[in-house]
């Protein structure tokens, strides 16, 4: 059902605590709740059975599948891909006897544009995930991915780049080009940057 007035969809089954901005185009989807203080930008796809914390910031075009919790200290860019079920941390030392209550007890992860993170994946907070990096199923992330980088594995590991289409790159001689799309890229520094087709 649409709320009168709203630009966004809610299932009936979902939450929406005020106050907060959720952008025209975006769908929550059922069993799912978004807290108060949280911004979420326009065209976004909430699943089945998502928590929005407080004060979590989500940009445009964002797709978060079923099953995942986004807490609060996670930001996620631009056409940011969450796989099913995949995990979100935000404290490192957490206690039940013990709370964290304090605002430098979480530790921010920031998901830049474009990103993927596969099903099941679980990232573990502080770290950066790059524009257009890809973070296999399963993986276990414990420090910062480069732009592109494709990591995979407990913990994950750099195993080679892809493409902001999604393809995986052969990196030859400092360069690399999409098989898929036709996008170039060029190692420089240790990381892969966009660069004009030849």
């Not at 993927?116 to 907070?125: F, H, K, L, Q, R």
């Not at 995930?129 to 992330?141: R, S, T, W």
């Not at 494709?150 to 493409?163: D, E, I, S």
């Not at 790159?169 to 940057?193: F, I, K, N, P, T």
Request: charged share 20%; hydrophobic share 40%.
């Amino acid at each position: 059902m649409i709320t009168t007035g709203r630009l966004y969809f809610v299932h009936e089954s979902s939450y929406v605590d005020e106050p907060c901005v959720i952008g025209e185009g975006t769908k929550i989807w059922h069993f799912s709740h978004v807290m108060a203080e949280t911004s979420i930008g326009r065209n976004c796809s909430l699943g089945q059975n998502v928590l929005i914390a407080s004060r979590v910031t989500i940009g445009d075009n964002v797709k978060i599948q079923n099953n995942v919790s986004v807490y609060e200290g996670v930001v996620l860019e631009d056409d940011v891909f969450c796989g099913p079920s995949m995990v979100f941390t935000n404290v490192t030392t957490p206690r039940s006897r013990f709370p964290r209550n304090r605002p430098e007890d979480y530790r921010k992860t920031v998901v830049r544009r474009g990103a993927t993170i596969g099903a099941n994946a679980t990232i573990v907070c502080g770290v950066m995930i790059g524009e257009y990096a890809f973070v296999g199923a399963g993986a276990v992330v414990t420090r910062d991915v480069p732009p592109y980088g494709l990591v995979f594995g407990n913990p994950a590991r750099l195993r080679g780049f892809a493409c902001e289409c999604g393809m995986t790159l052969a990196v030859e001689d400092e360069r690399a080009l999409c098989r898929a799309c036709g996008e170039a890229y060029a190692m420089r520094e240790g990381s892969l940057e966009k660069v004009e087709a030849p």
